[in-house]
């Protein structure tokens, strides 16, 4: 992979998203085909992931005598960090290695060629529709995420000591600011667009025939989770300024 | 040779083309792929409503002599003039306005997997034209299919085509933007000598409905034979000479005669 050249790929991606003509009918597609793909496996994991962080915090807490504190500490870890990183590596996992392998068949097999040669503008329609799609679908599916987290959690408390709904969800309301739910829904859009970004890079430039097709995927899959944590970590530092 | 094929008479498809309007030129093509020189120094013209062949060995560079000429490759050096525009100093708008005027039909098809025939073909008009009216898109796709032969195949998906009707569907494709130039990459590659007649006799009918002018990639010597007015030999990166195909059938060229023996 070559800096300019990725370089000269995003500068495509916001060349030809951001002037006419445009491929609204493409990103509507792709918008479902990116929700539709992911939804059940978010949800599940993110379910998941809010039982199995009650679960393990709560003797923690107890042993402080600080149980009362499990609504606060769940909700700010989902919100802040589980629910856009559980997100950000399914869709890395699940869309990235669909969108690397789905383009780089079609490279191997001329398809995007035939596109270009015909004057379709490939580039528009395959690439730009749906990182636009990723980029947009992505925090939709985090905030999802994050509530399906909090009632996964908010079930296991429940089962325990028998909290009541709304004074649990009073206390995740109470401990969660504005800057914590921007910032996670920042940092979504973020993920998706390198994700999105990532995954076409690859796909769309891939090579050495059907071995190239499954190098993609893997690539796509493999990047897009690195960045995933870069822009974690870098998300981070950067909403600690203002805290 | 099958009876198919050899029945196959074009010679009064070869309406004596005379045409002295040209509507593709290269000069003096050259391209490289690292240290290998694929083409080294390709002249060909093409007048309009000529088939002209372009025959030459496996790795002989004819992919990419008109890879190069719808801009799919650039070009190292050389001059290339389609219909009138200079393929190496486009713009990526004047480069698309081009490619719809040129239709190229793929080794391999080229047929986008993901959508049946039906979509495959109204692909070009909803992205180019922006022609979304059902009424008129249906009409469209179902003259191109028939004119190759296949109008049952609409609903079906490209696995579910052999290889000789995704080649027609291929050139179909490509026929339903109405292209003034058609380019035909290995049109008979892979296909039994049965198939690459009725592809070759596809090619004729074409050139007789839609008034093109092709160019025609190919190491088959019937293909070449059946299909063209003109042909070029490439050979060592060179076109080496343009003659008719009996012209060159009788050649003792010792880098030509072999293409006639087999």
């Not at chain 1, 995003?10 to 929700?35: D, M, T």
């Not at chain 1, 939804?39 to 393990?56: D, E, H, I, W, Y």
């Not at chain 1, 730009?128 to 408390?157: H, K, Q």
């Amino acid at each position: 992979m070559k800096c300019e050249n990725i370089y000269r790929f995003i500068q495509n991606i916001f060349r030809q998203a951001l002037s006419p003509p445009f491929e609204w009918r493409e990103i509507l597609k792709q918008c479902y085909a990116v929700g539709n793909r992911s939804f059940f496996l978010v949800s599940f994991t993110a379910f998941l992931a809010g039982v199995v962080f009650t679960r393990q915090s709560r003797p923690s807490l107890s042993s402080f005598g600080a149980e009362s504190w499990l609504p606060s500490l769940v909700s700010q870890a989902v919100i802040r960090s589980l629910g856009p990183l559980i997100t950000g590596l399914i869709c890395a996992g699940k869309l990235g290695s669909n969108i690397g392998a789905e383009l780089a068949s079609m490279k191997v097999t001329e398809q995007i060629d035939a596109m270009e040669v015909s004057g379709t503008r490939p580039f528009s329609y395959l690439v730009v529709s749906r990182v636009v799609a990723t980029t947009l679908m992505m925090p939709i599916l985090v905030v999802f995420a994050d509530i399906v987290a909090l009632l996964g959690s908010y079930l296991t408390v429940h089962s325990i000591n028998n909290t009541g709904f709304e004074l649990y969800f009073n206390d995740v309301s109470a401990n969660i600011t504005y800057l914590d739910i921007f910032s996670s829904i920042i940092k979504a859009t973020f993920f998706g667009f390198a994700v999105g970004l990532i995954s076409c890079y690859v796909g769309y430039n891939s090579q050495d025939g059907t071995t190239g097709v499954g190098k993609a995927a893997n690539t796509a899959v493999v990047i897009s989770m690195s960045f995933i944590f870069i822009i974690d970590l870098l998300s981070l530092q950067f909403t600690n300024l203002f805290r | 040779m099958s009876n198919a094929t050899s029945n196959i008479d074009n010679s009064h498809d070869r309406t004596d083309i005379e045409s002295t309007e040209i509507v593709a030129h290269v000069v003096n093509l050259k391209k490289s792929f690292g240290d290998i020189q694929v083409l080294k120094g390709i002249s060909l013209t093409l007048h309009k409503g000529e088939n002209l062949a372009i025959l030459g060995r496996s790795g002989s560079g004819k992919s990419v002599t008109i890879k190069c000429m719808v801009g799919l490759m650039s070009a190292d050096e050389g001059e290339i003039e389609v219909l009138g525009y200079n393929i190496r100093s486009l713009s990526s708008e004047k480069l698309n306005e081009l490619r719809q005027q040129v239709g190229f039909s793929f080794q391999s098809s080229a047929l986008y997997d993901s959508m049946t025939v039906q979509e495959n073909l109204e692909f070009p008009l909803k992205r180019n034209l922006k022609l979304f009216d059902k009424k008129k898109l249906n009409y469209l796709v179902k003259t191109a299919l028939q004119d190759v032969g296949l109008d049952g195949a609409a609903t079906k998906k490209p696995a579910e085509l052999s290889g000789g009707m995704k080649k027609r569907i291929g050139i179909a494709r490509t026929l339903i933007l109405k292209p003034k130039i058609m380019l035909y990459d290995e049109p008979t590659a892979g296909l039994d000598p049965i198939t690459s007649a009725e592809i070759n006799e596809l090619i004729l009918n074409v050139r007789k409905k839609y008034n093109t002018s092709s160019i025609i990639i190919t190491h088959d010597i019937s293909c070449a034979r059946q299909t063209a007015d003109k042909v070029i030999a490439l050979i060592d990166g060179h076109s080496k000479v343009e003659a008719t195909f009996d012209e060159l059938k009788i050649t003792k060229d010792p880098e030509l005669a072999p293409f006639f023996k087999y």
